[in-house]
T-cell receptor, first 114, second 117 residues
């Protein structure tokens, strides 16, 4: 089961900032928060990840609360092409002899409106 | 950025036939590759994890004899859906895990839409 909770849908006006929340209250101290998005009928696209510090790259910013129980993905100037399902994922660390897994929840469907 | 390709992008086949889907990491070596399945309006479900040169690890409920996975090299994994049936129609997505562009994470292919008639 996914360890994250996200709102099922959000709307945003083109050009405005989109703030997508995610709750991960049971996150372990050494688990990272990853964000991916999936545009319709395509494979997921990596956006950003972080452990406890805020992160920023060319696509987005990630704000993680001090207690690490929640985070927010920020798209500073949303465009129509940002319409997608956004997944917040807690990275399950490899177990002995195992491999990394990404467990996808239902995500948030972001619709950017003109 | 890291590029993962899948081939074919779309396939239609008759019930009872087998279909092979290829997944390649084009610009980095993938020590581990993953296969997911996604039904309409649903999230991605992990089917199996494969490491180069070893047998795949299947998730609970996924039939290993039906979904054959081969990971012969650090850049290629294949998924063969054997004796496909209409209920196997789905969107199959692979991902490759490795260090690319300074990031160690999973990079996803564009997906393969399988329709079984």
């Amino acid at each position: 089961d996914a360890k994250t909770t996200q709102p099922p849908s959000m709307d945003c006006a083109e050009g405005r900032a989109a703030n997508l929340p995610c709750n991960h209250s049971t996150i372990s101290g050494n688990e990272y928060v990853y964000w991916y998005r999936q545009i319709h009928s395509q494979g997921p696209q990596y956006i950003i990840h972080g452990l406890k510090n805020n992160e920023t790259n060319e696509m987005a910013s990630l704000i993680i609360t001090e207690d690490r129980k929640s985070s927010t993905l920020i798209l500073p100037h949303a465009t129509l092409r940002d319409t997608a399902v956004y997944y917040c994922i807690v990275r399950v660390l490899p177990t002995q002899g195992g491999s990394e897994k990404l467990v996808f929840g239902k995500g948030t469907k972001l619709t950017v409106n003109p | 950025g890291a590029v993962v390709s899948q081939h074919p992008s779309r396939v239609i086949c008759k019930s009872g036939t087998s279909v092979k889907i290829e997944c390649r990491s084009l610009d980095f070596q993938a020590t581990t590759m993953f296969w997911y399945r996604q039904f309409p309006k649903k999230s991605l479900m992990l089917m199996a994890t494969s490491n180069e040169g070893s047998k795949a690890t299947y998730e609970q409920g996924v039939e290993k004899d039906k979904f054959l996975i081969n990971h012969a090299s650090l850049t290629l994994s294949t998924l063969t859906v054997t004796s496909a049936h209409p209920e196997d129609s789905s969107f199959y997505i692979c991902s490759a895990s490795g260090l690319a562009g300074g990031r160690d994470t999973q990079y996803f292919g564009p997906g393969t839409r399988l329709t079984v008639l």
